[in-house]
């Protein structure tokens, strides 16, 4: 970069200096001599006009060259600062994890104890439930003697027995149903101690699920090239190009974290509206949801395609979007219910559902959750409606559409039911949850969502 401006100096001392030898030499003008300096001195000036031009060019190389090296630095800048809030937001998880698993560790005692407190009234119980028999053949007794009382007067002395034996199993009596109800209140605590158990690990899954999603954008962070592009990517094929969120967790991480509705828009499918859900640190895509029984799920083939309903009440999303959704990635099938007594349970699946041409087939595998399994596992359930027969006879005698395989009474499409419904046919039909070894569920309130299970499947 020295030379240049030497070279410039020594060009600009040379013009005068022919122009002195020039001029020193004008009566010898025409001579072949004269003619061959004029020719020198031309040349100098292309050379210097030559290293002129070159200077300037260097100099805006020079120029440009800082601008971006000051570009990276601001980038690099911003990415040091995005990773360090990462690694801060990872610490808290980690420290909210743990804090769970100590909580989750207390509860599994007590509930032990509990359960051993409640063998120990079991066995009370069946000790009084001996004595009361014993007492019970006593009575006999006694009214046998009454009877014949009736006919022959009693002494003293027996009406002061009869009288104490009376008091006696009175008061086994009243032992006997209070201990009853201690132990039904130890089993609603039992209940209850479950059910935060099953709360606890479900929120444990979830944070490990978090984890699993920040990895995964660290990892797209390290794997890429040093210098950063100007938009944030935390998930790896979430955003379109022109900025159109894929599913309302890439909505979540554009910064969008009130649940409601919002328009998504696919890969390779048209902008539809869906209902968001935030809950866990992250957000859901709901694909059905019933709370009042307000809307009739016994509906069409291309009513449940399309889907049906109001996103803010009632509805079912439809067919033909929930497989335009799936097919960015693994995703997570989350089923949340309730019963009339308030108890909310759930239970999560990883799941594919196939195309039209199969009919949307589901085939599910369970994950974890806090009620039984309803629903069959590894297995091609086919989608049918009441109008069709595409794949059994089920929809005729179970209305609204569902994944059917032996026409199980596990419908949530089907007829809302409140509890004074007590008719087998009205419960056959009904919302309920029911699986193969257990109890009936009636249902309240359901809710479908779905959540990706792995962000790298998207690319």
């Not at 995005?82 to 100590?102: D, G, M, V, W």
């Not at 130890?186 to 699993?212: A, C, F, G, P, T």
């Not at 938009?231 to 022109?242: F, L, W």
């Amino acid at each position: 970069m020295k030379i240049i401006p030497v070279l410039l100096f020594l060009a600009s001392l040379a013009l005068p200096a022919a122009a002195d030898k020039d001029f020193f030499s004008v009566g010898s003008a025409g001579s072949p001599e004269t003619k061959s300096r004029f020719a020198m001195l031309d040349d100098v000036r292309i050379l210097a006009n030559g290293l002129l031009q070159l200077g300037h060019g260097l100099k805006d190389f020079v120029h440009k060259t800082k601008g971006q090296m000051n570009d990276i630095f601001q980038k690099l800048y911003i990415f040091d600062r995005s990773f360090y809030e990462l690694s801060l937001q990872t610490s808290e998880i980690k420290e909210e994890e743990e804090q769970l698993r100590q909580t989750t560790a207390r509860l599994q005692i007590n509930n032990e104890e509990i359960k051993n407190l409640s063998q120990e009234m079991n066995l009370k119980i069946e000790d009084l439930i001996q004595n009361k028999i014993q007492l019970q053949e006593q009575v006999w007794g006694l009214e046998d003697k009454v009877t014949k009382l009736a006919v022959f007067q009693p002494s003293v002395q027996e009406t002061k027995e009869i009288s104490s034996l009376k008091a006696f199993v009175e008061q086994q009596d009243n032992d006997i149903k209070q201990l009853l109800r201690i132990v039904e209140n130890q089993h609603v605590q039992l209940d209850r101690q479950h059910n935060q158990i099953m709360e606890l690990q479900d929120k444990l899954n979830h944070i490990e699920l978090q984890e699993l999603l920040e990895n995964s954008f660290l990892e797209e962070q390290q794997e890429a090239e040093p210098i950063p592009s100007a938009v944030h990517r935390p998930t790896a094929g979430t955003y379109r190009a022109d900025g159109a969120a894929a599913d309302c967790t890439a909505l979540y991480h554009t910064g969008v974290q009130a649940s409601g509705v919002y328009t998504i828009q696919p890969n390779g499918s048209e902008a539809f509206s869906v209902y968001c859900e935030m809950k866990f640190g992250t957000s859901w895509t709901v694909i059905q949801k019933r709370v009042n029984g307000s809307l009739d799920f016994n509906q069409t083939w291309d009513a449940y395609t399309n889907g049906f309903g109001d996103l803010n009440e009632e509805f079912w999303l439809g067919l033909k979007k929930i497989y335009s959704i799936t097919q960015q990635g693994n995703y997570l099938l989350r089923i949340e219910l309730q019963d009339w007594r308030g108890t909310r349970r759930h239970i999560e699946y990883s799941f594919s559902l196939g195309g039209p041409s199969t009919n949307f087939t589901l085939q599910l595998s369970r994950m974890s959750g806090s009620i039984p399994n309803a629903l069959p596992e590894h297995a091609e359930l086919r989608f049918s409606t009441g109008d069709t027969a595409r794949s059994s006879s089920c929809p005729q005698s179970h209305p609204g559409g569902w994944w059917h395989s032996e026409c199980e009474e596990t419908n949530l499409n089907g007829k809302y039911v409140t509890p004074r419904s007590r008719g087998r046919l009205d419960r056959g039909k009904g919302l309920y949850w029911k699986p193969k070894k257990g109890r009936y569920y009636l249902l309240k309130s359901t809710k479908i969502m779905i959540h990706p299970t792995d962000l790298k499947s998207f690319d």
